[in-house]
């Protein structure tokens, strides 16, 4: 069974700071791995994902994240937080064969001017 | 091209009155997902079509919900009766259902259930 861990509900930065939001998986198999950004009153929108290719993974807005495989860890980053940051990131796994997400809690960004 | 279109997005009823919620995927897209977010939480499937064809709906709670989708398209998830517990953001997705991938999904703005 697959699970994952945001650590961190909520995480405040300035703007231009460097974004650390963080995300730690379990998986008994090789698992792929998203993360989705859902801005208020909306649906969740796909930022990257990893599907066993490269472990440095760029998505849209300037995020990236890298695939640790012997920290289990998938954490999101961004080098300067723009105001239009500020929204929920949610941390996914699913796995090869299967059609399930699991989606961790949540990460609600806050960017500070 | 068009994304996944719910509707209605904002729905404030009683409990114990009947509620649905429809859900139009990408076009071309056979498998569809019904999600539920409760507040603070990361969405949950409820259940998941391929084409017309029911294949997981173990997190579905039978005993008041139901859904459908008729011809493998556009499906409808029903509340009856509803009750406080069910307020939440219903949420639907879709994506190819490519035997093997990672079969990325695709998500609506999600339906504001809100049960007094």
């Known amino acids: 069974a697959q699970s994952v861990t945001q650590l961190g509900s909520h995480v405040s930065v300035s703007e231009g700071a460097l974004v650390l939001l963080r995300c730690n998986y379990s998986s008994s198999v090789p698992p792929y791995l998203f993360w989705y950004v859902q801005y208020p009153n909306q649906g969740l929108q796909l930022l990257l994902k990893y599907t066993s290719a490269a472990t440095l993974v760029k998505g849209i807005n300037g995020f990236e994240a890298e695939f640790k495989k012997s920290e289990t860890s998938f954490h999101l980053t961004k080098p300067s937080a723009h105001m239009s940051d500020a929204a929920e990131y949610f941390c996914?796994?699913?796995?090869?064969?299967?059609?399930?997400?699991?989606f961790g809690t949540g990460t609600r960004l806050k960017v500070l001017a | 091209e068009a994304g996944v279109v719910q509707s209605p997005r904002y729905k404030i009823i009683e409990k114990k009155q009947p509620v649905a919620f429809w859900c139009n995927p990408i076009?071309?897209?056979?498998?569809l997902y019904w999600y539920r977010q409760n507040l603070g939480q990361g969405p949950e499937l409820l259940i998941r079509?391929?084409?017309?064809?029911?294949?997981?709906d173990s997190q579905l709670p039978k005993d008041r919900f139901s859904a459908e989708r008729l011809k493998g398209v556009d499906s409808t998830l029903k509340i009856q009766p509803a009750e406080l517990g069910d307020s939440a953001v219903y949420l639907c997705a879709s994506s190819l259902g490519i035997a093997g991938s990672y079969n990325e999904q695709f998500f609506g703005p999600g339906t504001r259930l809100t049960v007094l």
């Open positions: 079509y391929e084409n017309e064809e029911a294949v997981d």
């Open positions: 076009s071309g897209h056979n498998t």
């Open positions: 996914a796994v699913s796995t090869s064969g299967t059609y399930k997400y699991i």
